[in-house]
Nanobody
Framework: QVQVVESGGGLVQPGGSLRLSCAAS????????MGWYRHAPGKQREFVAG???????HYSDSAKGRFTISRDNAKNTAYLQMNGLEPDDTAVYYC?????????????WGQGTQVTVSS
């Protein structure tokens, strides 16, 4: 089992910044992928950003140029730096971790952290 915990959400004014963190904990696992999704009221959950182990980060069109995902592999932690936030960025942000033990691979999700962009 892997526990995934997000933090860093909150209320920010338009144009502001937030940094989300995602920490994965457990034992004996390796991480294949870490990423962020978001779910806004009345909308479907959508991909925001992700980075595979040993690979390059990729972003949704809405996140490109404003958000940056990074990883600290030693800490099994991912970060999402969000700049130039807009009201449309308001959503619950979820971290996903794809962890594997040998050939067995599983997808884990955190409980989500609320991001509200409003004046």
């Amino acid at each position: 089992q892997v526990q995934v915990v997000e933090s860093g959400g909150g209320l920010v004014q338009p144009g502001g910044s937030l940094r989300l963190s995602c920490a994965a904990s457990g034992s004996g696992f390796s991480i294949s992928f870490m990423g962020w999704y978001r779910h806004a009221p009345g909308k479907q959950r959508e991909f925001v950003a992700g980075v595979p182990s040993g690979g390059s980060a990729h972003y949704s069109d809405s996140a490109k140029g404003r958000f940056t995902i990074s990883r600290d592999n030693a800490k099994n932690t991912a970060y999402l730096q969000m700049n130039g936030l807009e009201p449309d960025d308001t959503a619950v942000y979820y971290c996903t971790v794809v962890a594997h033990w040998g050939k067995e691979e599983y997808d884990y999700w955190g409980q989500g952290t609320q991001v509200t962009v409003s004046s």
